[in-house]
């Protein structure tokens, strides 16, 4: 069975990768810590099925690629992305998903007055 039909079918093993995808948000010096405990947390038809992701997070994402490279502790922004967040708050500021033409054109405004500065 692929990883994928067992993330959506499985609630446990669903719930260990998203501890493994919140680790970015562990302060630096706790992410190896984080990720052994979740390791030493999973029981062995998890450990089975789990291992070779496992291996793949610590060979890529901690050995291959500075950990602070991919950490959010601190950061007040929900991604690490600045297209991203700059689209995420222009949204907020709109507050509609299709705006009407005055509404943009006033958020444009606002936003330009804002970046002026």
Same mark, same amino acid.
């Given at each position: ?7 959506? $079918? ?5 719930? +260990? ?14 992410? +190896? ?10 029981? #062995? ?22 950990? $602070?490279?991919? #950490?959010?502790?601190?950061?007040? +922004? ?12 222009f949204n907020w500021k709109v507050n509609r998903h299709h705006p009407d033409i005055w509404r943009l054109i006033s958020a444009l405004q606002s936003e330009q007055a804002n970046s $002026? +500065?």
């Amino acid at each position: 069975m692929d990883l994928t039909t067992v993330y959506t $079918s499985n609630e446990s093993i669903k719930g +260990r990768i998203r501890q493994l995808m919140a680790l970015g948000f562990l302060p630096v010096p706790r992410i +190896r810590e984080g990720l052994q405990a979740i390791i030493d947390s999973l029981s #062995n038809a998890e450990y089975d099925i789990l291992e070779s992701l496992f291996q793949y997070f610590v060979s890529w994402w901690c050995e291959r690629i500075p950990l $602070s490279m991919w #950490n959010l502790h601190g950061i007040q +922004r929900r991604t690490n992305n600045n297209c991203e967040d700059w689209h995420n708050k222009f949204n907020w500021k709109v507050n509609r998903h299709h705006p009407d033409i005055w509404r943009l054109i006033s958020a444009l405004q606002s936003e330009q007055a804002n970046s $002026s +500065r």
